[in-house]
């Protein structure tokens, strides 16, 4: 059964496996890239903040957790801030890629950042806070 249409997207893919491996050399920037860098850089500042932000908000309920089976959410707070420094990473490395400075400077995290730091009082609090502030990330 031949479909003549899937040829065109095959050869599609086939020419940006040969353009990627033609300019993988010249860095994550290329001459013929079209996009605004320094925008990209301050947006992924803005997007690495959020992440820093939502790390120190996962620990810090790790910490507080407290009442009946409160170990088993604590743990999943602990699993969340984890995850969370493992993005921050990776957009701080894709900062570097692009010729920008990651910016982990403590003054002005807030106001960088898209979500708060919301602690909560409850495990009910802190659940939602944390939700809210993942919707904001995503």
Do not use: W
């Not at 899937?6 to 079209?34: C, M, N, S, W």
């Not at 106001?111 to 990330?137: F, P, V």
Request: hydrophobic content about 40%; aromatic content about 6%; overall charge negative.
């Amino acid at each position: 059964m031949g479909d003549t249409k899937a040829t065109p997207f095959l050869t599609d893919i086939k020419e940006l496996q040969r353009r990627a491996r033609e300019h993988v050399e010249k860095g994550a920037v290329t001459p013929a890239y079209r996009g605004d860098v320094e925008t990209a850089v301050r947006l992924l500042n803005e997007a690495l903040a959020t992440e820093i932000v939502c790390t120190l908000r996962y620990r810090r309920h790790h910490y507080m957790a407290a009442g009946i089976h409160y170990q088993a959410v604590a743990d999943e707070f602990m699993e969340h801030a984890r995850q969370e420094q493992e993005h921050a990473d990776r957009i701080a490395e894709r900062i570097r890629q692009l010729g920008g400075a990651p910016d982990f400077n403590p003054e002005g995290l807030l106001t960088r950042s898209h979500a708060q730091y919301a602690e909560g009082n409850s495990l009910i609090d802190m659940i939602k806070e944390d939700l809210i502030a993942e919707r904001i990330a995503i």
